[in-house]
């Protein structure tokens, strides 16, 4: 996956993103300057509309 594919992705999920209070996502490293690999990692900085535990976040993200 590139930059422009990635931002592709988040904008057609724009809607389910926002369902969990996500105000704003800013894209930084390999994938923000486009020089991901395949084992690169994703780095996103969340912002959400509320307070969110480290727990309530692991549970979203993992979806349990």
């Not at 590139?2 to 931002?7: G, P, V």
């Amino acid at each position: 996956m590139n930059r422009e594919s990635l931002i592709n992705f988040l904008k057609v999920n724009r809607t389910i993103i926002k369902s969990y209070g996500v105000t704003y996502l800013a894209l930084f490293g390999s994938f923000a300057r486009d020089e991901a690999k395949a084992t690169s990692d994703l780095d996103l900085l969340v912002e959400f509309q509320r307070k969110v535990t480290f727990d309530k976040y692991m549970e979203v993200f993992f979806r349990r």
